[in-house]
């Protein structure tokens, strides 16, 4: 479908991932397409079952109860003079920008409730650059940033959406073949597959799990988007075991709750649950134990730190080009240093009146300590008085790490209160360190992910390292907002929400799932009839149930990333689609890249901390996007610019 001259993109995947490459494809198709435009002109195609924009995470049709874990002022899509890549920066609107805009000049005479319905209007009236929108409001933003960069494409670039699943894709000749399910076949010199979170077949122990469930009357739900999962198999007063405490957890407790009925009031600075009476137990377990930490509520108010100092890219390169890579020995000690760094800068610039030298002083001292040194220790005893004003990495990562208690009961009150206090301190601008150490983090985050791009990490690294770095950075970064923290906590004194602490394990046994913990090592376990996993589920190209890249896969047109010891042993699959670092070039099995078929999104081996970012961050999103998007305009044909290296 395209007419016999024109040239043809195909984007498989329409949420913000795509729409972000393809905002980047608009900005740099001046550029690089010259006389392609003024001819026959370029189509690019959209595909996607779900709303274009929004895509399946964002889209309207979900719980209203559901809300993001960003502030609005905290949401953007586009390039602003921060963003360090090669296509020209296009400033647009944040999410609060965008709401601002709409709320002053299209809220007259009940328009807004005519485009939005009335619940959605009024939450946009009443939203401030402080609120964790709903999602279903998000996904208005996100349909008016395609809709916008669409309205900048310029002319002989055309956008072409089908709301459809794309179900095969192969070459034929210089072309490559889209089949959708609607039956339209699609004819593309180029391919971006930017389909997202993959669902998956369960893995072997998910399936022994659940045949083992099913055979003693028990129910198993396995990982999947919790928005999609059938919780009506939960009855009403029963106690349900959840593995995990992330963000999939948090859904699952708000679709439990309040979305069941019950109600949230204020109690003095808490809130009080007030039952719906079709509430379960829920016990909730996993290695850490504690929730994510809570998003913080505050601005920096020393501006950004001077980032990167420690973690370079220098000194990425220089690591790579040793060939050889350990992280915990060679990286970390960087990546903390770095983290202390953003968060140092904070306390000193920010808080002077907490600390016992200026920023200058500390910083040249601190410059030339190694990070876990006891010269390092020192300076911090003697600069910061307070303990809680000292960063402590260890408790971050592991907020149970001393806690015991001799049953579930006794248990409650120790996590309620660390909770409690991570909250307090994600709320209070006293602790606005946290925010300096977040930023820092998400440079660190840039480094690292060239880092496990460039094949010099060990596997070791690879198969440990590098997934206890991604739990921790979710952990601290992706945490709930501050009040959905509060509902948590009014459950937990309501009897209804428990924590199973850290280390958590199920087993099935006498015809029961039974939990227990390392945190309540000797107690009796906490049994149940139902178990869920709280959770996504893992990435795996082999598993896939998206019929294009289980095509792909089984002809050997894509591959799995493996993780290969010194000896050649393969330690494990990663389950993500193999490209390369650069541009998101698929491989196909024998590692080679495909010229024109690139793939971005969290189903590849290249990780971006999210589809969209805060404004002024430089952030790597929109870096990569960029890449990704020149990559792809220098791949067609009638390009002006030369194709990136290989």
């Known amino acids: 479908m395209r007419s016999p001259a024109s040239t043809s993109v195909v984007i498989v995947g329409a949420g913000p991932r795509g729409a972000g490459v393809l905002e980047r494809m608009v900005a740099s198709a001046p550029e690089m397409l010259g006389a ?47 963003v360090v890549c090669d296509g020209p920066i296009a400033p647009g609107p944040s999410f609060w920008d965008w709401a601002k805009d709409v709320r002053e000049n299209g809220g007259e005479g009940g328009r807004l409730e005519a485009v939005m319905g009335d619940e959605l209007a009024a939450e946009l009236r009443a939203v401030t650059a402080a609120t964790f929108p709903t999602r279903r409001l998000q996904s208005f933003y996100l349909q008016f940033v395609l809709d916008d960069v669409i309205s900048r494409a310029p002319d002989g670039l055309r956008v072409h959406v089908h709301r459809t699943v794309a179900t095969d894709l ?15 076949v699609l004819r593309a010199d180029v391919v971006v597959l930017a389909s997202g ?3 998956a077949t369960p893995t072997a122990d998910e399936c022994a799990l659940h045949d083992a469930a099913r055979e003693r009357g028990l129910r198993y739900l396995v990982p999947e988007q919790t928005t999609d999962t059938d919780l009506s198999v939960i009855r009403p007063g029963e106690t349900v075991l ?9 859904d699952l407790v708000v679709l439990l709750f309040e979305g069941r009925g019950g109600r949230f009031e204020p109690d003095g600075d808490g809130l009080r649950y007030v039952p719906s009476g079709n509430e379960p137990v829920l016990v909730g377990g996993s290695p850490r134990g504690a929730t994510y930490h809570s998003k913080t509520h505050y601005q920096l108010k020393a501006g950004r730190p001077p980032l990167p100092r420690f973690l370079t890219p220098e000194t990425t390169d220089a690591l790579i080009a040793t060939g050889r890579v350990d992280v915990a020995t060679q990286v970390w000690p960087l990546m903390a240093k770095e983290i202390g760094w953003g968060w140092y800068h904070e306390l000193f610039a920010g808080h002077p009146e907490q600390v016992r030298a200026t920023w200058d002083e500390f910083s040249t001292r601190y410059a030339e300590l190694d990070w876990d040194s006891d010269a390092m220790a020192a300076l911090i005893d003697e600069t910061v008085p307070d303990p809680l004003d000292r960063l402590d990495l260890v408790a971050l990562d592991r907020p149970l790490e001393n806690v015991r208690a001799s049953d579930l009961d006794a248990l409650q009150p120790l996590v309620r209160e660390r909770i409690a206090e991570d909250l307090r301190q994600h709320v209070d601008e006293r602790h606005t360190p946290h925010l300096g150490a977040f930023v820092a983090m998400l440079s660190v985050y840039t480094e690292t992910t060239r880092l496990a791009g460039s094949g010099a990490l060990t596997a070791r690294s690879r198969a440990v390292d590098m997934p206890w770095w991604q739990s921790f950075f979710n952990s601290v970064a992706s945490g709930p907002p501050g009040f959905r923290v509060r509902e948590m906590l009014a459950l937990c004194r309501a009897g209804f929400l428990k924590f199973l602490g850290a280390g958590m394990q199920v087993e099935i046994a006498d015809d029961a799932f039974r939990a227990t913990s390392s945190t309540l090592e000797g107690a009796p376990p906490v049994e149940s009839t139902i178990l ?11 598993r896939t149930v998206d019929p294009l ?10 591959a799995e ?10 330690l494990r699959n990663t389950g993500l689609l193999d490209v390369r670092p650069a541009d998101g070039a698929v491989l196909d099995a024998q590692g080679r890249p495909h010229p024109r078929r690139f793939a971005v999104g969290p189903h590849t081996t290249v990780k971006v901390a999210g589809a969209f ?6 952030a790597q999103s929109l870096r990569y996007n960029d890449a990704v998007a020149r990559a792809v305009l220098a791949a067609l044909p009638e390009a002006s610019a030369e194709s990136p290296a290989a």
């Open 170 to 184: 192969r070459d034929d000749g210089p072309d490559q073949v889209v089949t959708l399910q609607d039956g339209t």
């Open 36 to 82: 392609a435009l003024s001819g026959d002109g370029v189509d690019v195609h959209l595909v996607d079952p779900h709303p274009a924009g929004a895509g399946r995470i964002w889209r309207h049709e979900q719980s209203p109860l559901l809300a993001m874990n960003s502030m609005a002022a905290d949401v953007t899509m586009y390039t602003d003079d921060t």
């Open 561 to 570: 990333d493996a993780l290969v010891d010194d000896d050649g042993t393969v």
């Open 242 to 250: 959840a593995r995990g405490l992330g963000l999939a957890f948090v």
């Open 549 to 558: 890249l289980g095509g792909l896969f089984a002809r050997g047109e894509a």
């Open 197 to 199: 979170h993959l669902d």
């Open 532 to 542: 869920v996993d709280a959770r996504l589920p893992d990435p795996s190209l082999s």
């Open 613 to 618: 970012t805060r404004p002024g961050m430089n």
